[in-house]
């Protein structure tokens, strides 16, 4: 059988390594941080710097295919693995994610909706961008930043200084604020065969920047639901991408403006596991191994929960509630913004809005 290589052994990559297990699929993860959550489910496990060539090389070498639910693999380390065996998705749909500048101008050059910005480096350059862009606007790190972490609110120009001071980033982007009805997200797939298959949008809510809820189906109407999917057939179909996107979006009015996209697996896709006839994970698997995608058919009307820190203390509450899907990535311990499992609650048979 194929063997499926994984950079990364976080939550996403013990969730596509149970998924592989159920079709019949070894994995190989390789993570540089000590007993991965993903490391108790996969087959194998390479604890080592992406900077250890030798590690790479056998990885590389034991494996398939590579994915990755780790986005901020180091180049050369990737340029190392792509001598030997395919990486999905491709390194441009990688590139292209990996900084908010390239991605919002490779978003724009086809012809999608961002958020107005600019780049800054300078105090010099943010009143610039502030002249172009407005007020109220966020002031981001182009590159690592996640769950709301490395960026700033600037309402007014006496906040704008201290905003850079707390970049503390060479390069930064300043985003026009969007004053959205609701934030979207779309998770897709594209295959070998270059079919699309879309799960239903799902409407999310974020609390101190990160993912608290997703709801499916998302309050939208069927004129915007159908946008949502073509856009993220267009992204998809623009870089030549094979495996799971999430699309994140924000619904202004019947207006769609992308936010930005992960080329991987994402927490607002946690519900497929309870709400649709596949989930995210094997869709991913399926598409990179070079398997049939499934038709992603929603079965049910869902509402999944992250648990953070210590609201892994509901646990046992949680465990005996009726129609409440508990998936935990077994993390011994539960720091302050943790992701440490998520519940879906199934709220009855699917319904359209
Ligand atoms: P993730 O963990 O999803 O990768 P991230 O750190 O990359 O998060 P963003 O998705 O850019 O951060 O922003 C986090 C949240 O902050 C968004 O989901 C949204 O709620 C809010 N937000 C970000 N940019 C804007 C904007 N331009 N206008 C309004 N709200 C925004
Ligand atoms: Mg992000
Ligand atoms: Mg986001």
């Given at each position: 059988g194929q063997t499926i290589g994984i950079l990364g052994g976080g939550q996403l990559g013990r969730m596509l390594a149970m998924a592989a297990a159920r079709l019949g699929l070894k994995v190989h993860i390789f993570e540089p941080a000590a007993n991965p959550p993903a490391g108790e489910v996969a087959h194998k496990t390479t604890t080592a710097p992406y900077e250890d060539e030798t590690a790479l090389t056998s990885f590389a070498d034991s494996v398939d295919v590579v994915t990755y639910e780790?986005?901020?693999?180091?180049a050369a380390a990737l340029d190392l693995i792509e001598a030997r065996v395919p990486i999905r998705p491709n390194r441009i749909s990688l590139a292209t994610s990996q900084d908010r500048l390239t991605e919002k101008t490779f978003l724009r050059d086809i012809g999608l909706e961002t958020a107005p910005f600019a780049t800054v480096i300078t105090e010099a350059e943010l009143a610039q961008a502030l002249a172009s862009v407005g007020m109220p606007s966020i002031l981001k790190t182009r590159?690592?930043?996640?769950?709301?972490?490395g960026q700033a609110r600037i309402n007014d120009r006496h906040g704008a200084p201290a905003a850079l001071a707390a970049m503390n980033a060479a390069d930064a982007i300043l985003e026009g604020f969007v004053a959205f009805d609701r934030e979207i997200s779309v998770i897709a797939a594209r295959g070998l065969d270059d079919t699309i298959a879309c799960f239903e949008p799902g409407e999310n809510v974020h609390t101190d920047g990160i993912l608290d809820t997703t709801t499916v189906p998302a309050d939208i109407s069927t004129a915007t639901r159908e946008r949502a999917f073509g856009i993220a057939g267009t992204i998809l179909t623009a870089l030549d991408y094979i495996g799971v996107i999430g699309v994140e979006m924000f619904v202004s009015g019947d207006k769609i403006i992308i936010n930005e996209f992960a080329p991987r697996v994402h927490n607002?896709?946690?519900w497929t596991e309870a709400?649709?006839?596949?989930?995210q994970f094997e869709q991913h698997i399926r598409a990179v191994a070079g398997w049939p995608l499934v038709?992603?058919?929603?079965h049910s009307d869902v509402i999944m929960t992250n648990l953070i820190g210590d609201d892994i203390e509901q646990v046992h509450a949680i465990a005996a509630e009726t129609g409440a899907r508990l998936h935990l990535y077994g993390k011994a311990e539960a720091r302050p913004g943790r992701k440490m499992g998520h519940v879906t609650r199934v709220l009855g048979p699917a319904t359209d809005r």
């Open positions: 780790f986005e901020n693999v180091p590159r690592l930043g996640y769950d709301g972490k607002s896709g946690h709400g649709a006839v596949i989930d038709d992603p058919v929603r």
